[in-house]
C-alpha cells in the first residue's frame, strides 16, 4: 500500500526557509516519479517540483531558483529545500508519487497518482 507523509511544515518570516520531507513506502521508491505540490486558498493546485526516474527535474517557474528538490533513495525521502521564502509560498504542500514502474518522465503539469495529506506552509 502506497504510503506518503509530509512533515517540516510551519509558519516562517518573509526570507526564511523551510525543509519538507515526505517519507515514502509501498512502491519501489528509487524507480518512481515523484514531486511536490501545492495549493493555496481559492486556488488552483499547481505542481511545484517534479523529479522523474532518471533524476531530471522541473521546477515552476515561480520558485526555480528558490526550491530544491531531493530524492534519498536510502531513506525513501523526497525533500523540499525552500529558500527566500515569499508570502505567495503560503499553501498546503502534497508529495505525491506514480508508482507505475513504465512510467519514467514526469513534468510539474504530470496529475501524479497518490497524495499524501499534505504540511502547511505559511509565510508572513
Known amino acids: 500500500q502506497v504510503q506518503l507523509v509530509e512533515s517540516g511544515g510551519g509558519s516562517v518570516q518573509v526570507g526564511g526557509s523551510l525543509r519538507l520531507s515526505c517519507v515514502a513506502s509501498?512502491?519501489?521508491?528509487?524507480?518512481?516519479?515523484m514531486g511536490w505540490f501545492r495549493q493555496a486558498p481559492g486556488k488552483e493546485r499547481e505542481g511545484v517540483a517534479a523529479?522523474?526516474?532518471?533524476?531530471?527535474?522541473t521546477y515552476a517557474d515561480s520558485v526555480n531558483g528558490r526550491l530544491t528538490v531531493s530524492k534519498d533513495g536510502a531513506t525513501h525521502t523526497l525533500s523540499l529545500q525552500m529558500n527566500s521564502l515569499k508570502p505567495e509560498d503560503t499553501a498546503m504542500y502534497y508529495c505525491?508519487?506514480?508508482?507505475?514502474?513504465?512510467?519514467?518522465?514526469?513534468?510539474?503539469?504530470?496529475?501524479?497518482?497518490?497524495w499524501g495529506p499534505g504540511t502547511q506552509v505559511t509565510v508572513s
Open positions: 523529479i522523474d526516474t532518471e533524476g531530471r527535474i
Open positions: 509501498g512502491f519501489t521508491y528509487n524507480s518512481a516519479c
Open positions: 505525491a508519487v506514480d508508482p507505475r514502474l513504465y512510467v519514467r518522465h514526469v513534468d510539474i503539469t504530470t496529475h501524479l497518482s497518490y
